[in-house]
């Protein structure tokens, strides 16, 4: 059964540092997400990505995060400085033009 | 706007017991989809169930069954006969057509299933 992978599954950085965090979607998707979870809170929405271009994001996504899709394949997110504040779970999810989401295991970041 | 309630915070229940998770939900739109997710202590998220607007037929799945009322904007949760198994976080979501489908979580439920 096909499903969304994301790499790394955790990932450790220093605060200022700039993170990658890579998702492969299910491959005739064309709706890609991003979603973030502190640890002991809920899931947050970051991002929606359609048709090579965002298609709306929350208040948590500033300036500091930027989502791409360089190839036909990977979903990116770049946190450019990383904050303290940025560790958290990071979730991206894929769909078609259904409205269930599947979603990938996840990367946890942690920033020191 | 879009808001997700799931009052309990934490429950504890004796293997075999019953449980039942609430999730309240708002939303003006008339066309929406309502989730569970199961997140166990590895972190992925677990998809349990979708149900669309348009459809209040109750779901038993197994041991799971949800109880979806518009009427109370509720989509409730039970798991019968819990198991130690069952101990996890539930996420109730909120998905809406005209804000792109993207999820709106609860808060989560803690559910510790005691042996």
């Known amino acids: 059964e096909p499903e969304v992978t994301q790499t790394p599954s955790h990932q450790v950085t220093q605060m200022g540092q700039e993170v990658i965090l890579r998702c492969v979607p299910i491959?005739?998707?064309?709706?890609f997400y991003w979603y973030r979870q502190i640890l002991g809170q809920k899931v947050e929405f970051l991002v929606s990505?359609?048709?090579?271009?965002?298609?709306?994001k929350s208040e948590i996504f500033d300036d500091q995060f930027s989502v791409e899709r360089p190839d036909g394949s990977n979903f990116t997110l770049k946190i450019r400085s990383t904050k303290l504040e940025d560790s958290a779970m990071y979730f991206c999810?894929?769909?078609?033009?259904?409205?269930?989401?599947?979603f990938g295991p996840g990367t946890r970041l942690t920033v020191t | 706007a879009q808001k997700v309630t799931q009052a309990q915070t934490e429950i504890s229940v004796v293997e075999k017991e019953d449980v039942t998770l609430d999730c309240v939900y708002e939303?003006?739109?008339?066309?929406?989809?309502l989730f569970w997710y199961k997140q166990p202590p590895s972190g992925e998220l677990v998809f349990l169930i979708r149900?669309?607007?348009?459809?209040?037929q109750n779901e038993i799945s197994g041991r799971y069954s949800w109880n979806f009322q518009k009427s109370t904007s509720s989509f409730n949760f039970t798991i019968t006969a819990s198991q130690v198994v069952d101990s996890a976080v539930y996420f109730c979501?909120?998905?809406?057509?005209?804000?792109?489908?993207?999820?709106?979580f609860g808060p989560g439920t803690r559910l510790s299933v005691l042996p």
């Open positions: 979501a909120l998905s809406e057509p005209i804000y792109g489908q993207n999820f709106v």
């Open positions: 491959s005739n998707h064309l709706y």
């Open positions: 990505f359609y048709n090579n271009e965002i298609s709306e």
């Open positions: 149900r669309n607007s348009f459809d209040e």
């Open positions: 939303t003006r739109d008339t066309t929406y989809y």
């Open positions: 999810a894929s769909r078609e033009m259904t409205y269930e989401q599947y």
